[in-house]
C-alpha cells in the first residue's frame, strides 16, 4: 500500500493551460505539504496544510492554488501554466509540526510546460 | 536569509568505501535534523535524524553526526553500495512550532562499482 500517492506521475501540458495534481495519504496524517523541486533538484516549500487548512503559504504565485477536501487529501491547481513551472511537484504529510517528526513524501509528479 | 546548505553537490566513491556527505546548516535554533535519500524517479524517503541534544546516531551503516557549535552535520555512509547512489538531502526543523522542514540543495552520491 503507498503511503503517500500522488497523480498522475508525469504531466506534459501547453502554456496557458490549468492542470491540477491529486494526493492522498493514508498514514493519518494531519499535516500534509507541496513542495516543488527544480532542475538542480532544490527543493523548495510551496504549501502546507494542517487538518484542511492553510497554515503555510510561501512566495508562490496566486496561479497555485491548493485544495484540501479533507485531511487525508491535498490537491495542487495550477491555472495558466507558465515554461517555468516545469518542475517536479512533491506532495508530503507528516505527523502536526509541533511533534517534529519526518515527512513521508509521494513519488513526485514531473511537470512539462511546452 | 538562512539556509541549509551543502558542501559538495557530487560525491563519488567506489564501491566498499565509506561516504561521508556534508551539511551545514546557519539557523542556530534548529533542534532536529533529518537525512533523506532520494533515489532517481523517487520522493525523498528518511533516513536518519538526530535531534539537538545528540551528537551522534547510528543506523545500519549510517551514522549522522552533529555539531552545533559549527552548525555542521554529516551523513557517514560504510561500506558504500551501488544501491546508495542518490541524492540525499538534510532537512533542519524547530521543535513546537509551525517550522516547515527546510531542505538544502542536495548532494548526487554516486557509487562506482
Known amino acids: 500500500d503507498t503511503a503517500v500517492s500522488q497523480t498522475p506521475k508525469y504531466l506534459v501540458t501547453q502554456m496557458g493551460n490549468d492542470k491540477s495534481i491529486k494526493c492522498e495519504q493514508n498514514?493519518?496524517?494531519?499535516?500534509m505539504y507541496w513542495y516543488k523541486q527544480d532542475s538542480k533538484k532544490f527543493l523548495k516549500i510551496m504549501f502546507s496544510?494542517?487538518?484542511?487548512?492553510?497554515?503555510i503559504n510561501e512566495t508562490v504565485p496566486n496561479r497555485f492554488s491548493p485544495k484540501s477536501p479533507d485531511k487525508a487529501h491535498l490537491n495542487l491547481h495550477i491555472n495558466s501554466l507558465e515554461l517555468g513551472d516545469s518542475a517536479v511537484y512533491f506532495c508530503?504529510?507528516?505527523?502536526?509540526?509541533?511533534?517534529?517528526?519526518?515527512?513521508?513524501f509521494g513519488s513526485g509528479t514531473q511537470l512539462s510546460v511546452l | 536569509g538562512e539556509s541549509v546548505g551543502l558542501h559538495l553537490p557530487t560525491l563519488s566513491v567506489q564501491e566498499g568505501d565509506n561516504s561521508i556527505i556534508n551539511c551545514a546548516y546557519s539557523?542556530?535554533?534548529?533542534?532536529?535534523f533529518i537525512w533523506y535519500k532520494q533515489e532517481s524517479g523517487k520522493g525523498p524517503q528518511f533516513i536518519i535524524d538526530?535531534?539537538?541534544?545528540?551528537d551522534k546516531r547510528q543506523g545500519q551503516r549510517v551514522t549522522v553526526l552533529l555539531n552545533k557549535t559549527v552548525k555542521h552535520l554529516s551523513l557517514q555512509i560504510a561500506a558504500t553500495q551501488p544501491g546508495d547512489s542518490a541524492v540525499y538531502f538534510c532537512?533542519?526543523?524547530?521543535?513546537?512550532?509551525?517550522?516547515?522542514?527546510?531542505f538544502g540543495r542536495g548532494t548526487s552520491l554516486i557509487v562506482h562499482p
Open positions: 532537512a533542519e526543523m524547530i521543535s513546537g512550532g509551525s517550522y516547515i522542514p527546510t
Open positions: 539557523n542556530s535554533a534548529s533542534d532536529y
Open positions: 498514514l493519518g496524517h494531519d499535516t
Open positions: 508530503a504529510s507528516s505527523p502536526p509540526l509541533s511533534t517534529n517528526e519526518k515527512l513521508f
Open positions: 496544510y494542517n487538518n484542511k487548512e492553510l497554515i
Open positions: 538526530i535531534r539537538s541534544n545528540m
